[in-house]
């Protein structure tokens, strides 16, 4: 049976595989813009999935110029009161199944609002309700732990900026290719990125089973990716793990740093690499346990993860999530973690999570 650690390792070669069949793939809601006036996207999910449109939303909002909004199901559900009817509400589930979000693609459709289900199963309950269905084509993955599921997701709203902002001339083709090749580049690197994420957790590795608690700390499109690290780390490894974006770190959690303190941080390329920077030297004096993925060469610190990472920061949380996810897997396995199902196995049911 494959395992949480297999469906790492096929990434690049599932996200080029979408990339190859974007047309095919994206071509339900392209018709859907085509046919309908849309003045905004509502995005909702859960998990992984609200990390998926966290890390793309910036992207989307770009090309298309129009506003995207993004709500937890159940608080869509009970509390959100306004949206365009000429909104595009997405549901967003991988296993297509989640009750809130069905719930809340429901209440969209009920109000007048167009909606489409993002799932990899085309035969979900998710599908039953939305006007469309758009597949994440990632294949099978049975563990309740999503990775190329999630980098999937990411890669198919940006690739849905891509070919519908083509389709409504809202980016020449010299443009659109030009960010093709670009994901193409960074399928292609995968394999290199998993191998060195590998070496960065060998090097670290006493000191990462160590970990009571741990802070990630992102901006922009890596926002996204800090949330996504801190739930795996949580998932799989059982310590509670906390997402903070860079300027709201500095507004009271950074009153927690103390001795001892581990302290992620996602340095993308973007206007804020400098203070992002600033930031990391000033925690060093306090604790040693401080980590940077960053883009350039190896500086020869072994906590500093270097990697020649893709320049456009938009595209970015598909690479800098994977040292988080080597990270999550190999200390779950070193300590003995049963990563063949949840924790509690138990909990779902129990809460009515799924249909």
């Known amino acids: 049976m494959a395992n949480m650690y297999t469906y790492i390792k096929e990434q690049g070669d599932v996200l080029r595989d979408i990339v190859e069949k974007r047309k095919d793939i994206l071509e339900p809601v392209v018709d859907l813009f085509k046919e309908n006036h849309i003045d ?3 995005a909702i999910g859960s998990g992984s999935s609200y990390n998926s449109i966290t890390s793309s939303r910036y992207f989307l909002q ?3 110029g129009i506003e995207v909004k993004t709500y937890f199901p159940y608080s869509f559900n009970h509390y959100e009161q ?3 009817k000429d909104s595009l509400v997405i549901g967003i589930s991988q296993t297509g199944s989640s009750v809130g979000t069905v719930d809340a693609l429901k209440r969209a459709k009920d109000e007048g609002a167009h909606t489409l289900a993002l799932t990899a199963y085309g035969d979900a309950p998710l599908t039953e309700i939305a006007d469309r269905t758009l597949i994440i084509a990632c294949g099978d993955e049975n563990s309740d732990f999503k990775t190329k599921g999630y980098t999937s997701t990411v890669l198919t709203f940006l690739l849905m900026a891509l070919e519908v902002g083509l389709a409504e001339e809202k980016l020449d083709k010299e ?3 030009e960010y093709i090749q ?3 580049n960074i399928a292609d690197a995968y394999d290199g990125l998993i191998d060195k994420a590998e070496d960065w957790y060998k090097a670290n590795r006493d000191e990462l089973l160590a970990i009571d608690k741990a802070t990630v700390i992102g901006v922009g499109p890596n926002y996204g990716t800090a949330l996504e690290a801190s739930i795996k780390m949580i998932e799989t490894n059982y310590f509670m793990s906390s997402a903070y974006e860079l ?7 950074n009153m927690a740093l103390e001795e001892g303190s581990y302290i992620f941080y996602i340095l993308g390329k973007g206007q804020y690499s400098s203070r992002m920077e600033k930031l990391y030297e000033y925690t060093k004096k306090f604790t040693d346990y401080a980590y940077i993925i960053r883009n350039g060469e190896d500086i020869g610190e072994k906590r500093v993860f270097s990697f020649d990472f893709t320049q456009y920061e938009d595209f970015s949380p598909l690479q800098y999530v994977v040292p988080f996810q080597i990270l999550c897997y190999n200390r779950a396995v070193d300590l003995n973690h049963d990563l063949s199902q949840m924790r509690y196995p138990d909990f779902q049911s129990c809460m009515n999570v799924r249909k």
Do not use: A, M, R, T
């Open 40 to 42: 905004g996207i509502v």
């Open 182 to 184: 670009e994901l193409v």
């Open 82 to 84: 306004l949206f365009s």
């Open 62 to 64: 770009k090309i298309l």
């Open 175 to 177: 443009q659109y290719d």
């Open 247 to 253: 300027e709201e770190y500095l507004h009271g959690p």
